[in-house]
């Protein structure tokens, strides 16, 4: 991905680990998301440019990759449809992380089988119900109603491109922490109270 250009929807958590480790592979970091930040934030924060959400489809014409990174909401599902892509590169890949709802999912079908873009990684999907996941019955691992896993500019994976070695004691460690903070009649770490604005 070096001396691209990556597209990042949203700018919350994830958002912002993924502007921090592209930034350090040379890749130019643009951001759209619903409240904007100054531009002095977006240079220390290594974005190279924050579009508002109505400049989506600006930001997209310049995007080799585009990675939604926004929680399923009224405002966000559907968020990519046929538009969407149409104001993408034919040579771009979306990484999609957030949910499987945030893509249409026969506008994704249909661009990724007609080549309107060049390819998908797709690590969620319309169709998650948790005992698909675990078997090899084809009937119950249809993630979708459309046959994605029969394209070959498709990268699928099981809702498990999270996964590292470091991650479960990470996890461990941070609750383990937390107890701590508890016993110690500290205020626990990262309550989510409200929605991210970002």
Known sequence: MSDSTIGVVGLGHIGRQIVKIA????????????????????????????????GLHEMLSECDFVVPAIPASDETIGM??????????????????????????????????NKVIAGAALDVWWAEDGLGLAT?????RKWS???????????????RSGVTISMLSGKMKFIGSQIDRISQGEPLLNIVSTLSKD
Request: glycine share 4%; hydrophobic share 35%.
């Open 145 to 159: 109603e459309k046959p994605f896993w029969e394209l070959d500019n498709v990268f699928m994976s099981p809702h």
């Open 80 to 113: 990519f449809a046929k538009a969407e892509y149409e104001s993408t590169k034919d040579s771009a890949f979306i990484i999609n992380i957030a949910r499987g709802e945030v893509l249409d999912e026969d506008s994704t079908y249909m661009a990724l089988k």
């Open 136 to 140: 090899d019955d084809p009937e119950r």
């Open 23 to 54: 930034g350090t592979h040379s890749v130019r970091c643009l951001v759209t998301m619903r409240t904007p930040i100054s531009d002095q934030d977006a240079a220390e924060r290594g974005i190279d440019r924050v579009y508002p959400v109505d």
